[in-house]
């Protein structure tokens, strides 16, 4: 499902960091890997590499058949948009919206009608525990329960990939065992989960663990 071949990074500015080098990864349908390593290690380079959000210096990434550098840039956001997951670590939600808002617009692009995307919104808000929270903007929510409406806007389309940065980081341990469950259960559903994570309770449940140290 992704394949990255001697893939490195290097980040320019007043010196050179070298964040990512000769990255070569192989990471089956259906697996679920966590990324270990200290920080500054590369980790969340390296997902936004398979994610597309950044382009290597060097190598090849593939998702499915496609190589990530021969995709014209609207398909590479088609790509983004129909086969990927995101679970950034510090949320990124819209503050204008509420909490089913926010996770309604991962379905706005796809042929659902206003009620389905309302019902596949309220059902997976529900799951993690935020059945009262639905008509809440941000600045109403805690840390976790924000946490938790990016984890519902990741997984509410389904999508081929999950790529999560400590997605359990802020949540306690009922809320990090609901996430879990989920991850879990999409994973048996087919889905490649990547996740960087320090949470042994993802640790125990993932198919391999690979350290990235140094880059």
Known sequence: MIELVRVGKVF???RQVKALE???LSIARGEMVS?????????STLLNLIGGLDTPTSGQIQIDGSRLS???DDD???MRRDKIGFIFQFHNLFESLTAIENVQLALDLHSYSTREKRDRAAEIL???GLEQRLHYKPSSLSGGQKQRVAVARALVNK???ILADEPTAALDKESGRIVVS???EHARAAATIILVTHDNRILDVADRIVTLIDG
Do not use: F, M, N
């Open 126 to 128: 529900t799951k993690l």
């Open 35 to 43: 990324i270990v390593g200290p920080s500054g290690s590369g980790k």
């Open 22 to 24: 000769d990255v070569d």
């Open 76 to 78: 590479l956001t088609r």
């Open 159 to 161: 999508p081929r990939i």
């Open 182 to 184: 989920l991850l879990q």
């Open 12 to 14: 320019s500015g007043k």
């Open 70 to 72: 021969g995709l014209p």
